[in-house]
């Protein structure tokens, strides 16, 4: 079973300055819940892993954030997530398989909304 992931989301900083921040990788990824910067890999690329707990069950993903677009004048960005469970057959690249898809749909929907509420207040408060 796989989940499809569309959360958009606001914040009240500037678009420029969203933008920016957006871009810079070792300062946003730590914004999500149990984020972290492992290693800064190129100029627009880092390795991460982020802790994850979904009701009673933990995970650790690990992978690779990238930039693999970006428009400064139509302020869009495009963001790569590559990301495998750590020790596990699961995956979170636009999708999540594995022991968090087997939690259900609204257990997972209702954490990543947690987390996104969360990461958009952090991201805010930049």
């Known amino acids: 079973m796989a989940i499809e992931l569309d959360h958009p989301?606001?914040?009240s900083r500037s678009v420029d300055d969203s933008f920016a921040t957006i871009l810079d990788l070792e300062r946003v990824v730590p914004c999500v819940e149990g984020g972290t910067v492992v290693e800064k890999t190129g100029p627009d690329s880092v390795k991460a892993e982020i802790l994850m707990k979904m009701g009673a069950?933990?995970?650790k993903l690990i992978g690779t954030?990238?930039?693999?677009?970006?428009d400064p004048e139509a302020h869009r960005a495009v963001v790569r997530v590559k990301s495998k469970e750590a020790g596990g057959q699961g995956?979170?690249?636009a999708q999540?398989?594995?022991?968090a898809a087997?939690?259900?749909?609204?257990?997972?929907?209702?954490?990543?909304?947690?987390?996104?509420?969360?990461?958009t207040g952090k991201l805010g408060a930049l």
């Open 65 to 70: 954030v990238e930039v693999v677009e970006q």
């Open 9 to 11: 989301f606001s914040t």
């Open 91 to 93: 995956h979170a690249n």
């Open 102 to 119: 087997s939690m259900g749909e609204g257990v997972v929907v209702g954490v990543l909304d947690a987390l996104i509420t969360d990461f």
């Open 57 to 59: 069950m933990s995970m």
């Open 96 to 99: 999540i398989t594995g022991k």
